[in-house]
């Protein structure tokens, strides 16, 4: 509608649509008090080099650097707490889910987050394709000790069969969890609203998501406090943090779901 703020044009979208992906990054956790990879000043890899942290190169030439800083990486996602954004996605999930019928499922978070906070906001399905800090396996066989077995007391931790244990995370030239990529383009496929939240939308194949959404003629919107690679050729950019945007944008569609006008509120 000529006018309409960019917020109650996705807000509308929202009340209509059948099928919503939403894709979040680093940024949606920053307001909890986690740090993002790639802020200038703060992020973590303005202060330390992926290639010596996050790749399996990095983890077999010094175990012991890699095992100590994930595990601070862990204490660092266990101390803190969902945000208003994290429970602004658990809302719209059960309120989409509410609204229609469950199969197909009208709403799939994919996360780049492996903080687990998302699950801890109420946000039932979530597909994290890279992976959980809260799972450890073992290098050897692969065997995913309870976290709660493990003993943080050495570094690296040995496991029982004569390897050590690492994070389930995805680090750089590693393939993704193949369940988590199928559930993804699965629903990219279908989708006819996507979001990319709180992601830089450099790192693949995350970043090419949104083309296989548009491809499937999926309206498209980026909620960021900073502009990224897509937001030239996004329909609607929502520029500030998610933690303000998501509640407010939520509210509003239920508003609209209700048959009220957004803005009376
Ligand atoms: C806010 C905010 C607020 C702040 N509100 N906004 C195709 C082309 C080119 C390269 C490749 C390709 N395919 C594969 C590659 C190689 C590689 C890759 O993409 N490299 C690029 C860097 C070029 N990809 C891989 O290796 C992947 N594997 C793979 O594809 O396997 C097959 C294959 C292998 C080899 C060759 C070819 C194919 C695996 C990628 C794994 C990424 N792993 C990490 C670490 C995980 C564990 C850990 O946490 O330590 O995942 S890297 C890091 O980046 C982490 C994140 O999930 C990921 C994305 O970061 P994110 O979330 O976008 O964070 P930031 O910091 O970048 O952005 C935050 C944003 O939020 C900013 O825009 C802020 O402004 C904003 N923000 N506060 C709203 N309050």
Redo the contacts with the bound molecule.
Sequence with gaps: MPGEASIDRVARWLAEARSVVVLT????S??SGLT????PEE?LWSKYD?MD??TIEAFERDPELVTRW?HW?FTKARDVRPNP?HDALALLERTLCARMPDNPPPFTLIT???DGLHQRAGSRRVVEI??S?HRWRCTCTGYEKPLSEIRFDRFPVPSEHGGFMRPC????????PQEALEASFEALARCDLFFS???????????GFIEVARAAGARTVE????P?ANSPSVDVTLK????AILPDLVHQMDQLARGGDARDT
């Design positions: 990054g680093a940024g949606v920053a307001e993002t990879f790639r802020d992020g992926p942290l996050a994930y990486r954004g780049q987050n492996i890279h992976g800090i995370v995805v680090w750089f030239g590693e393939m993704l939240i709180g992601t830089s939308a450099t790192v693949y194949p995350a970043a909620i960021n406090k900073d990224t500030g943090r998610s933690g």
